[in-house]
């Protein structure tokens, strides 16, 4: 592996990871700044469509109406594998996410096991997610006590 490779290696998990402390703050108009201009993001639960958004402007619009529901979230990145080809690459990376919501008044966290495969691109020497869907995997709701 070349230095390069290790040196966009880094870039790339720099760039997930800014995507889950972007998120857990409920800086939307930041986190759209890590997606290209014409991205492309889809979410799956039980291998089924879930919703699909393209484009920055309906992101920002999609993310915050969700933002809105939640009162916390919490996410924690695992495993990230990238293929490396020039100004593209592509990856696959797991993460841990829990969201605290308040319907009627109670408590409800929902811990979900998340793989994402993205595919990414080097636009004016930074890098931007393209597309990414999102595999909801294992999902678990309850009401916390306390």
Not at 57 to 74: D, I, L, P, Q
Not at 79 to 86: A, C, F, K, L
Not at 103 to 125: A, F, H, I, M, T
Request: proline share 1%.
């Amino acid at each position: 592996m070349t230095k390069e490779n290790v040196r966009i290696k880094e870039e790339l998990r720099n760039l997930i990871d800014a995507y889950a402390l972007l998120s857990d703050e409920k800086k939307i108009a930041d986190v759209v700044h890590l997606f290209t201009e014409d991205t492309v993001y889809e979410s799956y639960i039980n291998g089924t469509s879930a919703g699909k958004v393209s484009g920055r402007k309906e992101m920002e619009k999609v993310f915050n109406g969700h933002a809105s529901f939640v009162k916390t979230y919490f996410t924690l990145n695992g495993q990230h594998i990238v293929q490396i080809d020039e100004d593209t690459a592509t990856g696959i990376s797991f993460a841990q996410i829990k969201m605290i919501r308040e319907p009627e008044g109670k408590s409800v966290l929902s811990d979900y096991s998340v793989r994402y495969d993205d595919k990414y691109v080097c636009q004016d020497g930074r890098w931007l997610i393209k597309e990414r869907s999102g595999y909801f995997i294992l999902i678990e709701e309850r009401v916390l006590r306390g």
